[in-house]
């Protein structure tokens, strides 16, 4: 008997679409992550924060292992993950209605400025893709 559940295991895990590949981990809506605090006016620009724009209003912030979503002021149609971002920081915080610009790397393009909204902290699980 034992050996027969572990025939029909085998040739479950062979059939097409019986398991489910590591690198294809589901998109995440940033809308969706969970709240760790209560929203904030700036957060650090230390250690090195980096960027991932997500359509054209949201931008996720990580600073080491914090993350912080970004609802922005208003839409930023121009926004996308192929063009750099160039943020106008007075001082060493990023704070709420900063702006910053969106250039194309190769062309040097310049195509806007988009203002900052309040930092929410969030909870992200690791491995997370934003769609």
């Given at each position: 008997?034992?050996?027969?559940?572990?025939?029909?295991?085998?040739?479950l895990?062979?059939?097409?679409?019986?398991?489910?590949?590591?690198?294809?981990?589901?998109?995440?809506?940033?809308?969706?992550?969970?709240?760790?605090?209560?929203?904030?006016?700036?957060?650090?620009?230390?250690?090195?924060?980096?960027?991932?724009?997500?359509?054209?209003?949201?931008?996720?912030?990580?600073?080491?292992?914090?993350?912080?979503?970004?609802?922005?002021?208003?839409?930023?149609?121009?926004?996308?993950?192929?063009?750099?971002?160039?943020?106008?920081?007075?001082?060493?915080?990023?704070?709420?209605?900063?702006?910053?610009?969106?250039?194309?790397?190769?062309?040097?393009?310049?195509?806007?400025?988009?203002?900052?909204?309040?930092f929410?902290?969030?909870?992200?699980?690791?491995?997370?893709?934003?769609?």
């Open positions: 008997m034992r050996f027969d559940s572990l025939m029909i295991a085998a040739a895990l062979a059939m097409p679409g019986a398991a489910v590949a590591k690198d294809k981990v589901p998109l995440t809506d940033p809308a969706t992550l969970k709240a760790t605090g209560e929203p904030r006016n700036c957060i650090s620009s230390t250690p090195q924060v980096s960027t991932t724009p997500v359509g054209d209003s949201v931008l996720m912030f990580r600073a080491g292992s914090r993350w912080y979503r970004n609802d922005l002021r208003t839409r930023c149609p121009s926004m996308r993950t192929d063009r750099i971002l160039a943020f106008r920081l007075m001082g060493s915080q990023y704070c709420a209605l900063d702006q910053f610009d969106v250039v194309e790397p190769m062309s040097r393009i310049n195509y806007g400025a988009c203002a900052l909204g309040q929410t902290p969030v909870e992200v699980p690791k491995g997370t893709r934003f769609k």
